[in-house]
């Protein structure tokens, strides 16, 4: 007679095993050697609705719980806060009726960010209440024109320049003096800075002369670029608009004109202050009337409108708009001066040369200057509600002296970054936060309706409402288009093989010339047509111009520029019957990251979009417990995709990532559901779980790979709703169904979740066991850490205690006791001490051993009904001499979570022992 003792351990389903193994486990954890009952967790409190999402926003002083309910049918959501308190009355509703079903929340310090499939909403906590700012809005127009034009002109009088600039101060010695070609040009070029300064010093109310006439002034003397964007609360800039090409009113080319008067003579190379000769490499002077020879030099003040008052409800988020400005574009300036004019002496005496542009044109690369103009500088910021009250103000005002001395330092202020996405609404499947940064992926963009008519209008320029000489007036129509009629934008965009149109509108308020600046645009390079429509009010529809966009070599836009610089007219006469409307167009990007600037999840920088493999993004996670508001780490950023698992380095700065990694496991995941823990992270593959650690990917579940032999035992109605028996399903066909996995960091386990099961599995990382698990758990409450919270229904528990009686059950895989022969059974016992055994569905707790000789058909051997109560150790009793190859042994019942279970005692013998026999 052989007595054995019987390790019990956990689930198997491997062709080799040991004896211990279990079939079927319920209940049960393994710890020190012995089995332990899991009861159930506590029950902390009744919430008062079921939610789909549960989160708590947290901070240092405070905690609040946000509930998500998602109305699938209707397309919408909607949020509450304060859901875990014990009076429904207190629940606060935080916003109903959400376009969009919510994928994920999350939250960077006071914010948290709700995020759909198709936008990303945004919501404050501030002054003991959350504001609910929704998307970030489109930008606010400011309008453009050209407030006024200032004119100079200097008089080469012996003495001075007219206001008292001294001649001598550019012109070393007496003008008769013969002059090298490069004195004279540095010469000519001196006066004409005078004159600028001039203006400049009389905008700004400072020379002695005039100061208070308002007659004169001006700060800009050549075309430049403006752009401006919504200024954010850490001072970044997002949703940029178009880039407005500013011309002066006049003609850029007469901005800088001479005005000769001269004796009479022959045909001379005239140059600014008189006739003059070329001598060798001399430049003669001589013969001409000082008095009234002049240089004109004009000065141009843009005007702008705005009125930010509509961004107030938007405070704290948004502080207001920056305005930037390019260097000038390089036309009127003094290197393209052309200092030596022809004019032809009639010989009249007191000849009096025409009046000559000193830039007689375009220079030659000038368009490649403009076209290419990438570099914006801050100059001015408008803070929230400031409104310039309808109509224009000087750009800069002459009080605006901080303005003004940003101009002039131009290259040393901060630059604009270009910006390829927020003017689109963006929206993605999963989100992550780490490092202070919001992470998205799997990620839908739709692309942005276009710029209204404001944004690159130009209007009521001053004088005579013209821009760059030409004057406001549409071909072939009235000049005024009457208030109350639509201008409608459609824009033609193409992604790869896609095309779509997009539409904007905007209705004007008054009679109005469509006068445009020389440049239109949309925010990204696949657009490529725009086409300007009017709707008049009678509902006739006009096609009023057509424009081939083309791609900008730097900036994300593409445009449409008039070669000569003059605005963009309209022709009507074009009736449509349909335009198309509402439009819209999208694209999906499964394998793209986008990653926010840090503490800023508003920004996406372009240097942080990020391609990740060919597939499509499943989930995102790193070695850090998920806690979003002090989610640190160098830990690299796991990116799970259908092809595989991508390691991302942390990287530097501004940079989120450095260097992706080629896939760590190149099993790819078939969820995407994952599970950070210390150790690593947990994903699901289609033969289990894995974890990845670094570039390290270990296969977790292999103990349970492969599918389970399915056992046929025979039962009887004493065993129902007593013994539990969970060993028929494979664990593969379980993670078919999986819906979540958490970190039990009390008891350093894995749970593992199917909502359309009775039971979970736990994975016990202390010795690599598993077990199966009754008690309910249908979401887990986000942002908890370091606490576990769960709940089940309407029930929040707390993963920290386990509460009451559990109803365990066990049924060992068959027992070989270390042959494969026929083994005589004559007794068993369980070694435990059960505490409080009792019924379970008013069925007494039992004991049963089940025999086989084929291994799969188990025969019901002997069955023992349990008295409730305390036991020390369970004796089956003798067998009667049972003969048999294998045997199972169950026990099943509800007891105290004191009871430990300690390991199978048996008594058998084999059955040939005459070696003869055998």
């Known amino acids: 007679m052989k007595r054995a003792q019987t390790e019990l351990k956990g689930i198997t389903t491997t062709s080799i095993y040991e004896d211990g193994d279990m079939y079927s486990l319920v209940n049960l954890r393994r710890k020190g050697g012995a089995l332990h009952p899991v009861a159930p967790h506590v029950a902390e409190r009744e919430l008062c609705s079921e939610y789909d999402i549960y989160f708590i926003h947290k901070n240092e002083d405070w905690e609040h719980w946000i509930g998500v309910i998602n109305d699938t049918e209707n397309n919408s959501s909607d949020v509450f806060w304060n859901i875990n308190v014990l009076d429904c ?10 376009e969009g079903v919510i994928n994920s929340v999350e939250q960077n310090g006071n914010m948290l960010i709700f995020i759909t499939d198709d936008t990303i909403y945004y919501a404050l906590f501030r002054n003991g209440d959350y504001v609910w700012y929704g998307e970030l809005p489109d930008l606010i127009p400011i309008e453009w024109n050209c407030y006024e034009e200032r004119e100079i002109y200097t008089n080469a009088t012996s003495g001075e320049l007219r206001r008292g ?13 013969e002059l090298t070609l490069e004195q004279f040009t540095e010469n000519t070029q001196a006066v004409i800075n005078g004159a600028r300064g001039w203006l400049t010093s009389d905008y700004l109310g400072s020379s002695s002369y005039n100061k208070n006439s308002g007659e004169f002034g001006g700060i800009f003397f050549d075309s430049f670029f403006i752009r401006y964007a919504y ?16 011309m002066p ?64 409800a938007y405070e704290g988020l ?25 004019v032809e002496d009639d010989g009249a005496s007191d000849y009096v040369g025409k009046e000559i542009r000193l830039i007689e044109a375009f220079p030659g690369d000038m368009m490649k200057n403009v076209t290419e103009m990438a570099s914006f500088y801050l100059v001015k910021s408008i803070d929230l509600g400031e409104t310039t009250g309808g109509n224009y103000t000087p750009f800069p005002e002459k009080t605006d002296s ?26 993605a499947k999963k989100s992550y936060t780490y490092n202070r940064r919001l992470h998205l992926a799997d ?22 409402w013209t821009y760059n000489g030409f004057p406001a007036y549409v071909i072939g129509h009235q000049p005024d288009i009457p208030a109350g009629t639509e201008v409608i934008i459609e824009v033609d965009i193409e992604r790869g093989s896609s095309q779509g149109k997009v539409y904007s509108s905007y209705v004007l308020t008054e009679d109005l010339n469509l006068v445009h600046s020389a440049m239109i645009s949309y925010p990204d390079i696949d657009a490529k047509k725009m086409v300007f429509y009017l709707k008049y009010q009678s509902g006739v529809i006009e096609r009023v111009g057509s424009f081939d966009l083309i791609e900008h070599e730097f900036l994300n836009i593409a445009y449409f520029i008039n070669d000569d610089l003059r605005p963009i007219y309209l022709h009507f006469g074009d009736q449509v019957q349909d335009i198309g409307l509402p439009g819209g167009f999208s694209y999906k990007s499964p394998n793209e990251l986008q990653v926010s600037e840090t503490n800023n999840p508003l920004r996406m920088t372009n240097d942080n979009i990020l ?76 033969r289990g779980l894995c974890i990845i650690n670094g570039t390290r990917v270990d296969f977790l579940s292999r103990a349970i790979e492969e599918a389970p032999v399915k056992l046929n035992f025979q039962t009887s109605p004493e065993t129902n709703g007593v013994w539990l028996n969970y060993g028929v399903e494979s664990f593969m066909a379980y993670l078919k169904g999986l819906t979540g996995m958490l970190y039990n960091n009390y008891k350093n386990e894995l749970v593992v979740m199917n909502n359309s099961k009775d039971y979970n599995w736990i994975l016990a990382f202390d010795d690599m066991s598993f077990y199966t698990t009754t008690e309910k758990i249908e979401h887990v409450v986000q942002n908890s850490f370091p606490d576990l919270k769960v709940v089940a229904g309407t029930n929040l528990l707390d993963f920290s205690k386990e509460e009451g009686d559990a109803h365990i059950s066990f049924t060992t895989r068959p027992l070989l006791y270390g042959t494969q022969d026929v083994k005589m059974m004559e007794r068993i016992l369980i070694r435990a001490t059960i505490y409080g055994i009792k019924k379970a569905s008013d069925k007494n707790p039992i004991v049963i051993t089940h025999y086989s000789n084929d291994g799969r058909n188990f025969i019901a051997s002997k069955g023992l009904l349990i008295k409730e109560g305390n036991h020390k150790d369970v004796d089956t009793g003798m067998y009667g001499r049972t003969k048999f190859r294998q045997y199972t042994f169950s026990l099943a019942g509800i007891c105290g979570q004191d009871t430990i279970i300690e390991f199978l005692e048996s008594e058998i013998a084999k059955e040939y022992e005459n070696t003869k026999m055998r």
């Open 89 to 98: 009355g207190e629940v606060k509703e935080l916003k109903l009726d959400i």
């Open 165 to 177: 600039i001294s001649y001598s101060d550019y012109f070393e010695g007496a003008i008769n003096s």
């Open 231 to 246: 200024r954010l609360y850490d001072d970044t800039n997002v949703k940029l608009s178009p880039p407005i090409l500013v």
């Open 249 to 312: 009113a006049s003609d850029i080319l007469d901005l800088l004109r001479v005005n000769i008067k001269y004796g009479t003579g022959k045909i001379y190379s005239v140059g600014i202050f008189g006739r003059t000769k070329l001598t060798g490499t001399y430049v003669s002077i001589d013969n001409f009337d000082s008095s009234k020879s002049l240089l004109f030099q004009k000065g141009f003040i843009p005007g702008m409108k705005y009125d930010l008052s509509s961004l107030s």
């Open 318 to 342: 948004i502080k207001g708009i920056d305005i930037f400005i390019s260097p000038y574009v390089g036309i009127s300036t003094i290197d393209n001066i052309n200092t030596r004019l022809i």
């Open 402 to 427: 901080d303005t003004i001395k940003n101009i002039v330092n131009l290259v040393h202020k901060r630059q604009l970054e270009d910006d390829t996405r927020s003017a689109h609404k963006i929206g």
């Open 443 to 464: 990620i839908k963009t739709t692309y942005f309706n276009g710029f209204i008519r404001p944004f690159f209008g130009w209007d009521k320029s001053s004088p005579d």
């Open 611 to 686: 391609t990740v493999g060919n597939g499509r993004i499943l989930a995102l996670g790193s070695n850090v417990m998920n806690v979003a508001n002090w989610n640190y780490g160098t830990y690299p950023l796991y990116v799970f995709t259908t092809e595989g698992v991508y390691s991302l380095k942390v990287g530097d700065g501004d940079i989120a990532y450095s260097v992706i990694i080629q896939p760590a496991s190149l099993e790819a995941p078939v969820s995407d559901v994952i599970c950070q823990t210390p150790a690593g992270v947990i994903f699901a593959i289609a």
